[in-house]
């Protein structure tokens, strides 16, 4: 099994619908991260959390949201999805402290929103 | 801030050639890791290779090494003996340690490796 999930995979949508992606690790890290894909682009940093009660905005946080409703949770929510969110999603985990502590990335949710 | 620049949007490589992809970085930090992460067609992101920029060596992970050249703030992954596997999206990244931990992503290098 994947130790980082994310669901839909897939997900078309109207403009203006709230759309929520979900993230589940098996890991056991504090810390996780949701990121968008443009095409031809980098990841950029949406919002990250430490630890269930830390929230924190990354480079381009304006128009989600999230939720860390568990150490193994993380949502990702659209309020009034547009069309210039349509991207690729990643979730990722890492484990707490300086040093390597990679990011394990989810597998990505690709979102249309028309 | 932090930045990453890679250079090379797309790169050719013939099959059992090495091939170098170039990423210079920009902090003002003195403790900083990079890292190198793949994503083929398929989508994924698949963690290579790390350096500490107090390493003293440069790091090796089986076929992938990376050229790290700490005055010149660059961080250059190498591929010896390309397989047709990696024919891929390269991402460098950095992560200062002292600014939030967070890892801040480069454009990317396309490589194609031809038969």
């Known amino acids: 099994d994947a130790d980082v999930t994310q669901t839909p995979r897939n997900r078309i949508t109207k403009t203006g619908k709230r759309i929520m992606l979900e993230c589940s690790q098996t890991k056991g890290h504090d810390r996780m991260y949701w990121y968008r894909q443009d095409p031809g682009l980098g990841l950029r940093l949406i919002y990250y959390s430490f630890d269930v009660k830390d929230i924190n905005k990354g480079e381009i946080s304006d128009g989600y949201s999230v939720s860390r409703q568990a150490q193994a949770k993380f949502s990702l929510s659209l309020e009034s999805a547009i069309p210039n969110q349509t991207a690729l999603y990643f979730c990722?985990?890492?484990?707490?402290?300086?040093?390597?502590?990679?990011?394990?990335f989810g597998p990505g949710t690709r979102l249309t929103v028309l | 801030a932090q930045k990453i620049t890679q250079t090379q949007p797309g790169m050719f490589v013939q099959e059992k050639e090495a091939v170098t992809l170039d990423c210079t970085y920009d902090?003002?930090?003195?403790?900083?890791?990079l890292f190198w992460y793949k994503q083929p067609s398929s989508g994924e992101m698949i963690f290579l290779i790390y350096?500490?920029?107090?390493?003293?060596q440069n790091a090796t992970e089986g076929r992938y090494s990376l050229n790290f050249q700490k005055a010149r703030k660059s961080a250059n992954l190498v591929i010896s003996a390309s397989q047709l596997g990696d024919s891929a999206m390269y991402f460098c990244a950095m992560r200062v340690f002292n600014a939030g931990n967070m890892l801040t992503f480069g454009g990317g290098t396309r490589l194609m490796v031809k038969p």
């Open positions: 902090t003002s930090d003195p403790s900083y890791g």
């Open positions: 350096q500490g920029s107090y390493d003293q």
């Open positions: 990722a985990t890492s484990e707490s402290g300086q040093g390597q502590n990679e990011q394990f």
